[in-house]
């Protein structure tokens, strides 16, 4: 798996994907680089990543 995706540039695409979803106003993204995983595996942490922000509330004060 790592030899068929060594010729990709994972992390420019992310950018410019990034890039152009921040031209539409309604859409609230956010992109970040996980050190250490790859696209087979960084899936779990993406995804939790994604609900933690999607479904984040303050706390109301004590």
């Given at each position: ?6 010729g ?7 950018a410019?994907?990034?890039?152009r979803l ?20 960084v ?9 933690l922000h ?6 109301p004060?004590?």
């Amino acid at each position: 798996m790592r030899r068929s995706l060594s010729g990709l540039d994972m992390v420019a695409d992310l950018a410019a994907f990034t890039e152009r979803l921040r031209d539409h106003e309604e859409i609230d993204v956010r992109s970040e680089i996980i050190p250490g995983e790859q696209h087979a595996t960084v899936w779990p942490a993406a995804v939790t990543r994604g609900l933690l922000h999607l479904y984040h509330t303050t706390p109301p004060p004590p």
